[in-house]
């Protein structure tokens, strides 16, 4: 019977985490700028929101909570669902 390490597997889901969401984040850092060039702070803020939201999808709850290895491939954060930047 294999036994998997849940702790080593959520650092290892963290880690996919972190690599899917970096061209999220340079993509959003591209129109934070273009915000910042137009001077449009509603953008700016909205820009930012998404982004903290990026900086904290490696603490979803969902991911401590997974018991089992399919629990854990399974989470996905919201932040990284959809095709926004």
Known sequence: ??????D????????MIRAERK?????LDVAFMR???AGDTAKQAEIA???QALRDATD???ITAATTPEELKAV???AL?????
């Open 23 to 27: 061209p999220k984040f340079e993509a």
């Open 1 to 6: 019977m294999i036994k998997v390490n849940m």
């Open 49 to 51: 929101a998404k982004k």
């Open 76 to 78: 996905v954060p919201a």
């Open 60 to 62: 979803d709850p969902a």
């Open 8 to 15: 080593k597997a959520r650092e290892i889901k963290k880690d």
């Open 35 to 37: 915000a910042v060039e």
């Open 81 to 85: 669902q959809g095709d926004e930047a």
